[in-house]
């Protein structure tokens, strides 16, 4: 069944907070709902439980790519050329480590970018349900769940004090 | 005196966004003046590259000049941004909420044009490809790795991208606030860049791990970027001055002093332009005022026991360059400017409150001590060449030409436009910075004062 999606706004923290302590009571859980804020709250601002993420593996696969890529990089183009090195051995460690160096923290740092994107799911300009309010300082409290949960949740949020709300029929992108 | 006061976020929008969604006449007279020095270097530059490099006054043995000491001074330059940005934040100094992005561009335009500049130097700037890339399959002409010319490719490359990919995600929340109030095509284009954030609290919370992530990540990247460029000088065994230990960590130190300086530079430009003085206080520019005399006296030390330690060998080429830099004219000229701009002047009025906030005087002591490094820049790299040596049949002094002079004033003209282009497309001081230090600001009052408070998590 499509899911549907009701954005409630309010310019208070504390409503907000309460209206998710009203949710969770009604049995709603942190995956059918999101605040929307302009700023970055701080931790648990709202009763919401911390998320999991995997960003800190990313830096590490991309260290390891980064070196590999360098590795392969400064030995071929030692070796390629015929170069007279006078009976010195043909590689020459020191400025490899300095090039493997760079291309480790390109490749991680890279790679963390790539990360926080995909964790993030800052997938595309799309938005789904929005408002432009929010970038002012209005808070938003999106509930996604079946049409029915939907009524529910909406009552809920106005119990708490929020009276501001918009809908919308969606597949729910915003997960 | 301005003080900080309580901003309302209407306000704080029309502040911050006037520059990019408004037009003004200085806009318009500032583009058009640093368009005007651009093109110095554009026919500095298109004349060397018609006549060949015989246009410039390098010469044997004098072959780095104006153009190299130019690159390695706006290579210090762009350690501005990391140092306000990573290291500040690293240490969660809330003073530097206005001025990170500021600095963080300033970083990136620096670099490119320092990028720019052994490009030209070489005189046949196609071919630099050829050395830098390993894309010659054909005639397999593949980098040569040993060379610390290759050392810098690599690590200013890394530099360029790190510190691009940084401002970029620091900049998606401040896109988004321009996209939910650009129209038409332009809402479109700030959406494309905004990448759908939309401030969940997953977005926010990742946003603020991978800032301190990314700050220590290029934290090693920005040291490593001054202390290879300073190996371009030091891995050179033949030239007096060159050949020294310190020189990574002097360089770094120096790269510091000079680009945090350039900050405070464009800090009071920021201020004066966009009338932005609820957002630089004097009370920032006292802070970075603080901080620079720290970082001079750092510098100060590492120029020390260069110096001492160049001496202290008794290697009579040495001596003798030593000699040269500080008793004959013109290069005894520019080490008294050079000491005298870049530290006795600015240290010494640093250490005056009075003066760390005042903003014109701020303003010049940036200007100064950037002078000043410029000169020790040029007095490393051009008298231990001109000296005469045993083995050289030729030497002589270097005569910067029209050409070269054109370039370097075109440099700062490239610079200075970079950062008014991105003010004019995107918000030059982070909104969304500014906006949580508003809400978690306070005061408590303890006995009979009222202490500022700050609210971290």
């Known amino acids: 069944m499509t899911d549907k999606q009701v954005l409630g706004l309010c310019r208070d923290a504390d409503t907000t907070a309460r209206a998710v302590e009203a949710l969770e009571k009604k049995g709603f859980s942190g995956n059918e709902y999101e605040i929307l804020t302009a700023i970055p709250y701080p931790e648990g601002t709202f009763g919401e439980k911390p998320g999991k993420h995997r960003l800190y593996i990313f830096p590490f696969i991309g260290a390891l790519c980064g070196f590999s890529a360098a590795l392969l990089l400064t030995i071929g183009t030692q070796l390629f050329p015929p170069l007279v090195t006078g009976g010195k051995p043909i590689l020459s460690i020191p400025p490899m480590i300095l090039i493997m160096f760079e291309g480790t923290m390109l490749g991680a740092i890279l790679f963390t970018v790539i990360g926080v994107i995909f964790e993030s799911r800052l997938f595309g300009p799309k938005l789904g349900l929005y408002d432009r309010r929010i970038t002012e300082g209005f808070i938003g409290l999106l509930i996604t769940a079946s049409p029915e949960r939907i009524t529910e949740a909406e009552q809920i949020m106005a119990g708490a004090g929020i009276a501001d709300f918009k809908h919308s029929l969606t597949g729910g992108n915003n997960k | ?457």
Do not use: C
């Open chain 2, 1 to 457: 005196m301005e003080t900080e006061k309580n901003i309302t976020e209407k306000q704080l929008h029309k502040d911050l966004l006037a520059p990019v969604f408004g037009f003004s006449r200085r806009f318009w007279i500032a583009a058009g003046v640093l368009s005007f020095v651009l093109l110095a270097a554009g026919l500095g530059f298109t004349w060397m590259l018609i006549k060949g490099l015989g246009v410039t006054g390098l010469n044997r043995p004098v072959m780095w000049g104006f153009m190299i000491t130019n690159f390695v001074f706006w290579v210090g330059i762009s350690h501005a941004g990391v140092m306000i940005s990573s290291i500040l934040r690293l240490s969660r100094a809330e003073w530097r909420l206005p001025l990170t992005r500021a600095a963080e561009v300033l970083t990136l335009m620096a670099l490119f044009t320092a990028a720019l500049h052994p490009i030209i130097h070489s005189g046949r700037p196609w071919r630099t490809m050829y050395w830098a890339f390993p894309y010659d399959f054909s005639r397999e002409i593949w980098p040569n790795i040993r060379s610390p010319l290759i050392w810098d490719v690599s690590a200013i490359f890394t530099y360029l991208i790190s510190s691009t990919l940084f401002v970029y995600i620091a900049l998606i929340p401040d896109l988004a606030i321009v996209r939910d109030r650009a129209s038409g095509i332009f809402r479109s284009i700030y959406g494309a860049l905004a990448l759908g954030w939309r401030g969940t609290n997953r977005q926010w919370q990742l946003h603020g791990i991978v800032s301190v992530l990314l700050a220590a990540l290029i934290l090693p990247v920005f040291v490593s970027v001054h202390s290879i460029v300073s190996w371009d000088f030091a891995a050179v065994t033949s030239v007096e001055g060159w050949h020294s230990t310190i020189f990574a960590p002097y360089f770094v130190a120096g790269a510091i002093h000079s680009g945090v300086s350039a900050v405070v530079v464009v800090m009071a430009l920021m201020r004066w332009f966009y009338g932005w003085g609820k957002y630089l206080r004097p009370e920032h520019f006292d802070a970075i005022g603080k901080l620079l005399i720290a970082i001079a006296l750092g510098w100060f030390y590492f120029f020390s026991m260069e110096f001492i330690f160049g001496l202290y060998s008794l290697e009579g080429p040495e001596i003798a360059l030593r000699n040269m830099q500080i008793f004959q004219p013109p290069w005894s000229i520019f080490s008294i400017v050079f000491l005298l701009t870049a530290f006795f002047i600015p240290v010494s009025l640093l250490l005056f409150r009075k003066v760390r906030r005042n903003i014109l005087a701020m303003f010049f002591l940036g200007i100064t001590v950037n002078i000043g490094m410029w000169f020790e820049r040029f007095l490393i790299i051009v008298p231990g060449l001109a000296r005469k040596t045993p083995f050289t049949f030729d030497w002589g002094t270097y005569r910067p030409s029209i050409a070269e002079i054109g370039i370097v004033a075109g440099s700062f003209g490239l610079v200075f436009l970079g950062l008014l282009i991105f003010a004019k497309i995107f918000p030059l001081v982070p909104i969304s910075d500014q906006k949580e230090g508003q809400a978690f600001k306070g005061e408590i009052q303890i006995g009979r004062v009222k202490i500022k408070t700050t609210l971290q998590d």
